[in-house]
Every structure is written in C-alpha cells, then in structure tokens.
C-alpha cells in the first residue's frame, strides 16, 4: 500500500478516535444535569472511550488497514456512538484497496 494512502487512512482514523470525545464531553454534561439514567450514560461513555481508544492506537496494531475492519468499525460508529464519527471511517474505508492484505 502506498504510503500516502496509509497516511490519509491513519488522519482518517484517529480524527474519529478523537471526535468520540466530543460524544462523551456530551453524555457527561447529560450526567452532571442530572439526567435520570445515570448507569447508563456512565457504560455509554465507557464503551465509546474503549471505542476511541481502539481508534487511536490502531496504527500500532496495524487494525486501520483492513477494510472489513473498518467496515466493522463504520458500523458500530454510526449505530452506537454518532453519525459524525462514521463519516470519516467511511471515506477512510473507500481509501483501502479491495483487497484484504493487510
């Protein structure tokens, strides 16, 4: 794979890692209103901390050059965390070539 390409893939990757704190900033500002739920804002924000976590440390592991992978990751984004964290997965997706070799 060019490298490039890797660089605009790992951009792609890890501006989705970091817009995920966006999302819990939100949930937290939900949970010190005292929005009723409390259980469930706090396992949200851990799941989507775990989730940007993954994101950022992805080019170590080498996990963002996969393209089921990141198709995997678009998925869970846009169902479970936000729509604006998906969308940079999905034009990171489109970067990869079809083929799975990495």
Known sequence: MDKTVKKKVL?????????CFFQIAFFWELYLWGYE???????MM????????VLLL?????????????RRWMIFAAVFVSVLVAIPLYFAMRKLPKSNRY
């Open 11 to 19: 951009f792609l990757t890890k501006l989705s890692g970091w817009l």
């Open 37 to 43: 739920p409390r259980f469930f804002l706090l396992g």
């Open 46 to 53: 851990g799941i989507i901390l775990v989730f940007a976590l």
């Open 58 to 70: 992805s080019d170590v592991t080498e996990l963002c050059y996969n393209r089921n992978r990141m």
